[in-house]
């Protein structure tokens, strides 16, 4: 063969292999088998104090899981800062942690008494990917292990209205995790932006704006944000209006998915806390599929008649293929079903 063929093919060779490992992701990070071996917390690790790098951070509104409630914590590599988007996503530098515990109160009407950890969903970035790692705590509540493929546990606990609950609590594998984190291919964060940490919060003994004070301890840089962010609402506050915390509730609960990168932006339904298009939100809007999730009803939201919505109605339903969400959750949130259908009730279109 021709020595410059053979040498034009050798260049191509060593090209293509080039190309192929430079696209390669690192793969020398892993989860290690215990959450105790992250050093996330000092002291008893069920106790949840935060190590001195850990931050605690809270929501307006935060997504319905079975009425478990969370303990949310973020940690940055050190000197780093989260920034912002103009829209008011916020941005995490490589290396940072977002920590998220799911728990049951003994007694839901006594917050700081007695709990059960279910389990501590980690998201890690690693060369500029997000990771997902699920840890699930124990019987003896001294450590929590990596499940990656899920899990479930025995829940049980008072209710906010005295009623003794018994769930079968069900912890997702990473591939559920992916599929609700998952937005135009490639998974982010939900909970923190701007909008939704825009709230008063307790540090130190003292309220102050979270915002604020994260920006103040040199923890969020807000110089790249040029407008002034919309604050979503706590939709449990029945002082603000009903519209607002019917979005709010939307929003945190459906638009990781009902959203224009989401995995559900086929259906045309996009519930973001600021939308103001009354077919986005699904006014007189029929469904993209007429499957059995529909009810047999005709459209999302029916103004007045929320008994013949099928937003409400999968709301209102734990049946597969019917239940939205479709993950997160194996009980109806009769409190978010409520709202809902005073909302739907009261439009006037």
């Known amino acids: 063969m021709d020595k410059g063929i053979i040498f034009i093919i050798g260049l191509f060779c060593i090209l293509q292999c080039t190309n192929v490992e430079s696209s390669k992701k690192d793969s020398s990070f892993e989860f290690p088998d215990q959450l105790s071996d992250w050093n996330l917390y000092e002291g008893e690790l069920s106790a949840l104090i935060p190590s001195e790098d850990l931050f605690r951070y809270e929501l307006n509104s935060a997504l319905f899981s079975d009425y478990a409630e969370k303990a949310r914590f973020i940690r940055l590599p050190e000197g780093e800062k989260m920034t912002s988007e103009q829209s008011g996503r916020i941005l995490f530098p490589d290396g940072s942690i977002i920590v998220k515990n799911f728990y049951y109160p003994t007694d839901a009407r006594e917050p700081d008494g007695d709990r059960a950890l279910m389990e501590t969903r980690l998201l890690v970035k690693n060369d500029q990917e997000w990771e997902v790692g699920t840890y699930i705590w124990n019987e003896a509540q001294k450590d929590a292990t990596l499940e990656i493929l899920g899990g479930e546990k025995d829940a049980v606990w008072i209710d906010t209205h005295g009623r003794t609950r018994l769930i079968s ?89 009902h959203s224009e990168d989401g995995s559900a932006s086929n259906t045309g339904l996009f519930l973001h806390y600021n939308q103001t298009d009354p077919f986005r939100q699904g006014i007189m809007k029929t469904p993209v599929s007429a499957a059995q999730g529909s009810g047999g009803y005709d459209y999302n939201i029916v103004p007045g008649h929320p008994e013949r919505s099928i937003l409400l109605y999968r709301m209102n339903s734990v049946a597969a293929g019917v239940a939205m969400p479709e993950e997160g959750r194996t009980l109806v ?14 439009m006037n279109y």
């Open 333 to 346: 949130h009769e409190e978010g079903v409520a709202l809902i259908e005073e909302w739907i009730n009261r």
């Open 169 to 257: 609590y069900q912890v997702p594998d990473n591939n559920d995790c992916k599929s609700c984190h998952m937005k135009a291919g490639e998974v982010k964060p939900i909970g923190p932006k701007l909008a939704n940490m825009d709230l008063e919060i307790n540090y130190g003994g003292a309220y102050v704006n979270q915002i604020e004070y994260l920006s103040n301890k040199g923890l969020l840089d807000l110089t790249k944000v040029n407008a002034a962010h919309e604050k979503m609402v706590d939709w449990q506050n029945p002082e603000v209006s009903l519209n607002a915390r019917a979005m709010a509730y939307l929003d945190i609960n459906c638009t990781h998915c």
